[in-house]
T-cell receptor, first 115, second 114 residues
Framework: DTAVSQTPKYLVTQMGNDKSIKCEQN?????MYWYKQDSKKFLKIMFS???????INETVPNRFSPKSPDKAHLNLHINSLELGDSAVYFC??????????????FGPGTRLTVT | GQSLEQPSEVTAVEGAIVQINCTYQ??????LSWYQQHDGGAPTFLSY????GLEETGRFSSFLSRSDSYGYLLLQELQMKDSASYFC???????????????FGKGTKLSVIP
């Protein structure tokens, strides 16, 4: 019973391509997130949705576009991929955005390699 | 802006105790969390301190002093499987919305040796 799942786990693609990563959570959580972890393991928030509403939108190139069709799903589409986009992308969820709901549950990650 | 400082690497012996410190500078502080991440794995939640003091969960304890902007994670009876990266993360308010976000430190790589 996977709590937060992501597909694909690995993604190798060429510069200039467009790709999508999908995320689903079966925890009944209201809030979902996308994080980027670079080669130095620095983990940085990119986006967050609460009940399909975008609530956090960090300084990210507009080539990255999140979409949340429902509160259990949060997808990430990346246009015109660049070498610097190579990283591990983690999806996460939490019960809500209220203070008490601080624990986040992470998916297994998608390792994106741009060649 | 926010900044968190934690040691980049720590090595300890199996069965020993290790403490990983975290100092932070942030506006609107709402708590300190700790996450564990094994190589190739996902971050997993270990603990959360919203108030000053010690929180204990089995072999792991976490401490927070808000007046010192400081916290630590204490791992006791170290096991080989504890070799992983440990991240402190500050919960602060995201500007422009009634939301909170986690800002992560750069992680401490713990190596447990026999």
């Amino acid at each position: 019973d996977t709590a937060v799942s992501q597909t694909p786990k690995y993604l190798v693609t060429q510069m200039g391509n467009d790709k999508s990563i999908k995320c689903e959570q079966n925890l009944g959580h209201d809030t979902m997130y996308w994080y980027k972890q670079d080669s130095k393991k620095f983990l940085k928030i990119m986006f967050s949705y609460n009940n399909k509403e975008l609530i956090i939108n960090e300084t990210v190139p507009n080539r990255f576009s999140p979409k949340s069709p429902d509160k259990a799903h949060l997808n990430l589409h990346i246009n015109s991929l660049e070498l610097g986009d190579s990283a591990v992308y983690f999806c996460a969820s939490s019960q809500g955005r209220a203070l008490r709901d601080s624990r986040q549950y992470f998916g297994p990650g998608t390792r994106l390699t741009v060649t | 802006g926010q900044s968190l400082e934690q040691p980049s690497e720590v090595t300890a012996v199996e069965g020993a105790i290790v403490q990983i410190n975290c100092t932070y500078q942030t506006s609107g502080f709402y708590g300190l969390s700790w996450y564990q991440q094994h190589d190739g794995g996902a971050p997993t939640f270990l603990s959360y301190n919203g108030l000053d003091g010690l929180e204990e969960t089995g072999r792991f304890s976490s401490f927070l002093s808000r007046s010192d902007s400081y916290g630590y994670l204490l791992l006791q009876e170290l096991q080989m499987k504890d070799s992983a990266s440990y991240f402190c993360a500050v919960r602060d308010r995201y500007s422009g919305a009634g939301s909170y976000q986690l800002t992560f430190g750069k992680g401490t790589k713990l190596s447990v040796i026999p």
